[in-house]
């Protein structure tokens, strides 16, 4: 059975971006009989707010979408599925990846590693020092080396592959402050709940060959079986990709200015490709996702 999930992060209201991502997911798992869950990525617990969790549902409200698995509302979500809950579980992943000797430590400064980057890339200075792990203001890197090609299962695109080496190098899985870094957190939670079909942005395709390589690390067997969409992105009148954080149109500001979601359900049909006459509403992008049996 397929199975996907929303991943919105409480760091700002949602925009035009996220609401395509809500209905394309949505309409793939509804039409092949699928379950989605609810992830809210809270992993960065200082930028969550109280209205931002409360605009994920309402926006999926708004959009008239539904899930199977996950919060009822913010204050469930906190109580049962926030990510701090499941801290323990990311930490256990590290310890596998540091005991099997994946990982290394690393002092660096960002200022160090611009000055001595030619790519933009950590440069490994740390690679082969050998220091402790447990040392203050530390963070540990994955083993990846300056190439790793990683071959991505791709859905409407096929088969993807990119040069993990070339696009991330060794990349940070617990940050400095001893917080596990967003790769390990999605993968870990992507995995527990066996997710096998997730559908992202093209900008995140490098976080996807990263999350591929980690499960293989670690034996994570449903996660490197899954199936990944990475869709163009929904850019700004300046060329610029949406973002909360960028002050982008937020949905909440849609909403109260009393219009209805039309517009975003005939986009998603142009990026499933089954526009066929006008579709404006979620009942109508389902029923045209199933006639052309995506």
């Avoid at 809270?42 to 996950?70: C, M, Q, S």
């Amino acid at each position: 059975m397929l199975r996907t999930r929303l991943a919105p992060t409480p760091s700002g209201y949602l925009h035009l971006g996220n609401a395509l991502s809500f209905v394309v997911t949505w309409a793939i798992a509804r039409a092949r009989e699928g379950q989605i869950l609810l992830r809210i990525d809270d992993l960065d617990a200082g930028r969550r707010r109280p209205e931002y969790l409360e605009d994920i549902f309402r926006t999926i409200e708004w959009l008239d979408i539904d899930f199977d698995e996950g919060p009822e509302g913010p204050d469930d979500f906190l109580a049962q599925y926030s990510q701090q809950l499941r801290l323990p579980q990311y930490h256990e992943a590290l310890r596998q990846l540091k005991e099997q000797g994946h990982l290394y430590a690393c002092t660096c400064s960002r200022k160090e590693i611009r000055q001595l980057s030619t790519n933009g890339n950590y440069p490994g200075t740390c690679l082969k020092q050998g220091k402790d792990f447990d040392a203050p203001r530390t963070a540990w890197r994955v083993k990846v080396g300056p190439t790793r090609e990683v071959t991505i299962p791709g859905w409407k695109r096929g088969i993807e592959s990119i040069d993990l080496g070339r696009e991330m190098g060794d990349f940070v899985v617990r940050q400095k402050n001893r917080a596990p870094a967003y790769q390990i957190a999605s993968l870990v939670d992507d995995e527990h709940w066996k997710i096998n079909f997730i559908v992202r942005g093209l900008d995140l395709l490098p976080s996807t060959g990263a999350q591929l390589y980690l499960a293989d690390l670690l034996g994570y067997e449903q996660f490197t079986q899954a199936t990944f969409w990475h869709h163009d992105l929904i850019t700004g009148e300046d060329g610029q990709k949406l973002s909360k954080s960028a002050g982008a149109d937020a949905l909440k500001t849609w909403r109260e200015a009393g219009k209805t979601p039309g517009d975003i359900f005939q986009i998603a049909a142009d990026w499933l490709g089954v526009t066929e006459g006008s579709i404006r509403t979620s009942a109508e992008l389902l029923a045209a996702v199933k006639d052309q049996n995506l």
